[in-house]
């Protein structure tokens, strides 16, 4: 029997928190799947998945109110108790399920991979692995638990790519041929779930080496149909993202570091979005939509993406944009300007690149903070401009202007209008 030292495992002080809460109800409990496995693997995990023979619930909830933790439930293909607790540099996720089938012998039997079907006991901190999980993580191989895998699940398919190019596992001969035998199942998967293990994938540092296999195993064309995509500019964007930056983008790294890291959601952000953006670079607008739309992206994260793919092809093809171009973008599409300057240089277009990042960090975003001259309501009462679309107009031009710095005083805003005014005979 395996003794595991539970202070090796990252995330063991909410451990002890969980086991002063038990009582008799709990007398079996066990920490199961990724955490476990990553303890034979060093590494750090922040999910933490529990297994309880009943009322899961309330365990949960006990817990969250232990540590100060937001409690959900969840229940797509079963029911899951999920606490959250954000710290100041960590997302914690504790997640609580009753066993699937009478013991935990039967739940293990229900799990993916061998490598996520050890148990650990958290009343003894006793290893269970009835499947030889350990000697698959000493292999760094990935095998199914039972040939039904993909059957119960086909999601799993995608989740088998996922872990292997996180954490460097190969693929076993014999899951390869249940992946070719169950992935057309793929298809009847929700949209939501699709998502979360796709993006998943995009986060492996070798992404564009999953995508591509993805693509040649005929996956990537189940879950993204008739999808179009160039491999040579995942593999540039990858390299950039690691390398280049300080060579190509010196002057504004610290900006572009900032704006891939920004969140857009509780799960993703920015880079995640320009690589999706990437894959969907080459294909029309209604079907590139129709995807976003079936993997239940929220509504910004769909701006985003489609701002992004819209100006980038819209730049590659007309070229330098002015500075009253960019300025009468909307505020988000103007957001995105610093993802659309990275895909730029892929397309070796670096002098384009640099000219848009100039126009956003150093004219339009200062531009943001100028004091606002001059109002719809005085152009209507000193000038008597009442149309709507002249009133817009007007005041863009006065903010172009500010921007530029030819306007800096009301004085020069009044001057503006009345040279506009007479020019156009307003």
Known sequence: MRYIEIDKIEGYPFIYELLSILDDRWEEIYLVGGAVRDYFLDRPSYDLDFVVPWREDILARRFANKIKGKFFLLGDREKVARVILST???????????????????????????????????????LIDIFDGLNDIRKKILNPVTVLIFKNDPLRILRAFRLSYSLSFSISDRLYDL??????????????????????ILKTSNFQNAILELYNRKILDIILPGIIYDFELLKRYKK????????????????????????????????????????????????????LKRLKLSKSEIRSIKDVIVNTKRFLKEGYPSLDELYLLSSHAQDE????????????????????????????????????????????????????????????????????????SKEDAYKFVDNYIKAFDL
Do not use: C
């Open 88 to 126: 100041h540099e960590k997302i914690w996720k504790f997640d609580f399920t009753a066993f699937r089938g009478k013991d935990i012998y039967d739940d293990l039997e229900k799990r993916d991979f061998t490598i996520n079907s050890l148990a650990l006991s958290l009343r003894n901190f006793t």
């Open 179 to 200: 992946i070719n035998q169950y992935k057309i199942l793929l298809s009847s998967v929700s949209g939501e779930r699709i998502r979360d293990e796709f993006f998943g």
């Open 240 to 291: 950039l993202i690691e390398e280049g930056l300080d060579s190509r983008f010196y002057r504004y790294k610290r900006e572009l570091v900032y704006y891939l890291n920004k969140k857009v959601s509780f799960e993703r952000k920015k880079e995640d979005l320009l690589k999706l953006s990437l894959l969907l670079l080459f294909l029309q607008e209604d079907k590139y939509i129709e995807y």
């Open 337 to 408: 300007l610093p993802g659309v300057a990275l895909l730029l240089y892929l397309f070796d277009k670096m002098s384009l690149a640099h000219y848009i990042l100039d126009l956003f960090y150093k004219k339009l975003l200062p531009g943001r903070d100028l004091p606002k001259l001059i109002d719809g309501d005085l152009l209507q009462n000193r000038w008597g401009v009442n149309k709507g679309p002249k009133i817009k107009d007007i005041l863009d031009k006065i903010r172009i202007a500010q921007i530029r710095g030819e306007i800096n």
